[in-house]
């Protein structure tokens, strides 16, 4: 049976680091007219989905979709789900790009995608080697622990798991720890249902939003990938972007 996709890209105006981030310039572009011309390298159906009309309105004058929201939600997922309902589209699979990833790849996309080619899969996310244990102990890289078929067991900002017997410098080289990159791929019914629930208490202590999802029993598939983005949190993050436009990107295809 041929699954529908679509990708939503949520969008805020307002950031307590970056005021105006989606709209701020990268090389003749926004970064969110960017982010949404590499999902549509991929895939016809891609919308952004802002409570801001500044950027609704940029959407729009690009070509792209752009749908209106709330500004009362707690997260994107939950700004997600509420632009998926508007469009009154029947998607099978949506995928969430944040509007600050603009060197999200089509690799990236394709290998969420393939991901609910297992039909035990409800939620999809990527995951990256670790390069360094400097890299590792930093708790602002999530990391994530997998069972044998590539599911996750377990999100944390702590080093996981901790190698016995071992010099922490030596970690890396004794166990294959991998970091979270922030790109989901729900299911429709699933997008829908972890909406609806109350914040766990991993979720709280870690402040990680897939654990709530994990402790009430979804199951997430983690793909592998090999080339990393550039989130762009900062004013300073924006200038490091501008210096990767040199570099060339993979290969590119559809889906």
Known sequence: MERTFAIFIPARYASTR???????????????????????KVMDAVYVATDDERIFNHVLSFGGRAVMTSSN??????????????????????INIQGDEPFVLPSHIEALCHCFDDERTQIATLGIPFKSMEEVENPNSPKIVTDLD????????????????EER??????????????IYAYRRNVLHEITQLEASPLEQAESLEQLRWLQHGYKIRVAMTEFSTI???TPEDLERAKELLTHP???????
């Open 150 to 165: 590539g599911y996750a067991l377990y999100f944390s900002r702590s080093v996981i798991p901790y190698v016995r017997g």
């Open 73 to 94: 939600h707690r997260s994107g997922t939950d700004r997600i789900e509420e632009a998926v309902e508007k469009t009154g589209e029947a998607y099978d699979i949506i």
């Open 249 to 255: 990107i993979p290969p590119q295809g559809r889906v």
């Open 18 to 40: 970056f005021p105006g981030k989606p709209l701020a310039m990268l090389d003749g572009k926004t970064i969110i007219q960017r982010v949404y011309e590499q999902a549509r």
């Open 231 to 233: 989130g762009i949190d």
């Open 169 to 182: 410098a030596e970690w890396l080289e004794r166990f294959p720890y991998v970091r979270h990159m922030g």
